[in-house]
């Protein structure tokens, strides 16, 4: 599975938008870390169908959502939830560290 991509023209429709839960991965191909956490994210992605949706967004070609949401290292991710952001998840984690956070968006989402 590959995360799929927003950007400036979808992302208020795909993220803020959504019926899920939305977890966006804010990176780049260059940045090593970015590379690393994503087949975790991917399977992530899997495990959470239907619960809550993963998207990437690519820092270098979506300059515009990178200074909208004040991303200023990657690889960030940010989970939405009925247009609002509800946590911020800075740096490559584990996949355990992933699904802990994304657990607590969850239920945090359930209580909006």
Partial sequence: MTLPAV???TFDTE??????PVAVDFGADWCAPCRAVRPVLDE??????????VVTV????????VR????????????????????????ARTKLE????????LTEAATL
Wanted: charged share 25%; hydrophobic share 40%.
């Fill in 7 to 9: 950007t400036e023209s």
């Fill in 15 to 20: 993220v803020l938008g959504s019926g899920l």
């Fill in 44 to 53: 992530l992605a899997r495990s959470y169908q239907g619960r809550l949706r």
């Fill in 58 to 65: 690519d820092t270098e070609a979506e300059a515009d959502l």
């Fill in 68 to 91: 909208r949401y004040g991303i200023v290292s990657i690889p960030t991710l940010y989970v939405f939830h009925d247009g609002e952001l509800l946590r911020t998840i800075p740096g």
């Fill in 98 to 105: 992933y699904a802990a956070e994304f657990d607590a968006a």
